[in-house]
């Protein structure tokens, strides 16, 4: 059977089984034995050795030890009345704007996304600071949690990003470049989201309460110090070589507790309950994560990435008609496989294509950052939607229909940048040249 | 709040029957693990905080951060795993629950049930096979710790019993219960 | 046709990427009726301290590995990064054939049979000025690759850190390391000369991979299946350690390319300095290893002409 039917099967044997309501981490472990046993004639001892390393290796991973201190990082900040005292210090400031404190979502997860490298800590931690907050002030319930999916990907386009260092080191080209190419995209992306919700606003503004607003006051706007500090001392912590962008999470969990300590709030009890919040949210994400891997090791030996990069190989096509074919073929990879998995199995065979098309691979690797995030927002694996399932308690399908806009404009995004591709290279042409 | 899940596993179980002592002691290992876990999330922490401190002040290191911080992740996902199963913390799609008449609900509820025992179970052990061929050939890390390799697998091993466990309690709890019942989850 | 599965995790232009391709290539193209479909960069899930059970287990056929991991289930695999002992392609090549014998037997006890070794490099000392005294030395916040590495650089005076590949570029960017230890080839691969100005070559050691595979299928193959494997083997064997020494000028050309200053010449003073901090690691792993190591290291100073 040809690759292409491969990836069509397992994808129909997913929905399937996730359609049982089986846990997603069990479901995902479940498709991929499957799949592994049926096509590959995988026996029971092949299968156990296969899933045993798996499972071990991507579960003791340094990178993932970001994603519980984040959460429990928010945990702790939710508990405290740093939350209540950021959305009365940003309500004059964004409250005027149609749309009101749903742009803390876009802008929220933008800053956020300039402290933590994967896009799973980021809507992790903004979700938790906003979502309760926006449902309890009236917000629309589509336009909260849809927002958060798309801007939560963020975390991997505004440096520090783990997929950019993956793709530095696999394709040879310098990271720090990378990540200066896509901080404009990213902040053009964080635009035309916070545009598109404020448009949602003007027509419909019954999406956003415009009652209690309060005026705009220097006192107000000074509740915001603490979360600035936040920021500033976990970006500080990053910029000044304190600590690497992995240690940075704990930096957050140390300035956090410090900060409600300044509040007189710091209590066993508020240790106690943050932790008990935060590890089965972390055990949710992780697990998700490794049956992730071992779901992209089963495709691995199906050599599905592979043999449809090969093929699209072989066409002989143009930059541009090359560029379509591939944002299709990302975004289709995207509803099954993490970003990670399909940097790493793709470029190999992708990579060669590329830079015989003369393009440029530090522009390519803003594209296939993009594409990540893209597949993030996807059915049936889209993490983002995993985590605000989660997180607010909407059914998946809700959350990936509330996402489909996001989705929309962030292929809009890439249109832009393919159509002016100084968006990326603009800034890194000026910082090194 | 409602969670995403239409039914955490149930929290009182007078239909357990007989098998209501699994039960319990589902409940209480899975609690011991997620304490556990909670000890992994303070540990990571602590961790990372000495290195930063060890390096930027005394230019040294602990020289294992990555490998310890690394087990310490997957020590919490997998002791997490039952705890987080019981009170519906893992998420699932619960799109066809809603819309099926209450039989057909409580079979896919045992399906769901059923498949998570047997992976939990599958995994369980090959890891435990794993962990005892680390053992017995005395296999360590190869880092200046030279932590044995069986002692990080074996955390990992510990989750996947309990959850073994939880999912067993769960499934039992869904053959002794009747289809009325379900509104007191 | 036989389809067999391959994992490493170094990029597809690494030393070692371009040898497995090469091995490949030559399976391959044999006409045995042998398929290697390399998985590079660790795209399989795997990374190199997992390939021995995965290899053993049957998980995957083929793998390669960095020896250093291997060190944890038998110390002698840390030969190879043993400070000092080996200076040069020709001494790393006469250290590995000293030591063979007991790489294979260490294959053949885990249902495995080694195929070829793909060397490193020589390593040096990456940093923002010329390292070649003592001083210079002293106090230097380095990231090392290995527990051999660490307790050289201490013993040394250096402070030697422990980092995830990953963080290293991140951390060189701010200023949180002042140099690295490792090869010319593992700094032009990491774009190191955006941060750093100098390597000194130190010709510290030169650690091998180990590319193995699982004997039993090895012996599920046809005959001419097996001579396809045990031939390419041999021809990339030879290729690679041919392609070590055009590599470190090859690199070398890249960076000087690059505006990166290359010493080649430490003061004595150094020399006796490090060659003292390595013989405590040298004693240790001596020590460890018994009467395995002390017949390597007779075996080798035999072939290069010193005594150890
Ligand atoms: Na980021
Ligand atoms: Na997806």
Redesign the interface.
Known sequence: MDAGSISLLVLLLLVGYLATGTVIFVSIICVSLISLAAFLDFDA??LG??LT??MI??SSS??LSAIPLFVWMGEIVFRSSLISKMFRGLSPVVGRLPGGLLHTNVIGCALFAAVSGSSAATTATVGKITLGELRDRGYDERLSVGSLAGAGTLGLLIP?S?VM??Y???A?????QLFAAGLLPGFLIATIYSGYVAARCIVKPQLAPRDGVPEVSGRAILDLWPIVVLIIVVLGS??????????SAAIGVATALALTAIHGELSFKLIRESLIAAVPISCMICSILVAA??L??AM??L?IP?DIARLIGGLNLSAAQLLLLLAVFYVLLGLLLDGI?IT??T??II?PLILAAGIDPIWFGVFLVIMVELGQMTPPVGFNLFILQGMSGVPILRVASAALPFFALMCLGVLLLTLFPDIALWLPSVL?Q | MRRGLACALPEQIPRGGEYGPVITLAKNLSRIGNGAAILALVFMFGHIILEITL?NLF????????EFVGHAVSALTFLALGEALRTGTLIRVSLLHDSVPDSAKRVLEMFAMASALSVGSFALWFVGV?VLRQFE?G??????A?IP?WIPEALVLFGLAIFVLQALAGLIGLIFRTPQSEETV | QTAL?MTNEY???SIHGQGDQFFAEQVNNSGAGVEI?L?????????S??NL??VG???VPIADTLG??????DPIFLVGSLPFVAANPEEARALYEAARPYYEAFFEEHGQMLLYASPWPSSGLWANEVVDTVEALA?L?MRTY??NG??TLIAAGA?????????V???L????IEGVLTSAEGGV???FH?HLSHFTEINYAMPLNFVHMNRDAFEALPPEGQQAIVDAAAATDARNWQALADRVSLNYETLRGQGVIIVEEITPELQAHLADAASVVLEDWLEQTGDAGAAVLSAYGESVGRSY
């Open positions: 001892h092949r050795a296969t390393r798996i290796r991507s340094w990178e520090p783990i260092i993956i530095g080191l696999l040879n080209v310098s990271i720090i990053i910029y000044t070589g304190w600590a690497t962008p992995s240690e891997a071992f992209s090791t691995g030996f050599h592979q998995s790493v199995m470029l190999p990579l090194f | 390096r230019h040294t290191s602990t020289f294992v951060l990555d794993s050939r296999t360590t890390s190869a880092s200046i030279q390799l | 599965d990029e597809p232009n479909t998985h590079l960069g660790g795209a399989l899930g795997f990374r301290a997992d059970d995965a287990d049957g998980v250093g991991v291997l060190a944890g289930s106090g916040t290995d527990v660490t307790r402070s030697p850190i422990q980092l995830s590949w990953a963080d570029v991140p951390q960017a701010t200023g949180g691969n990491a774009s955006e």
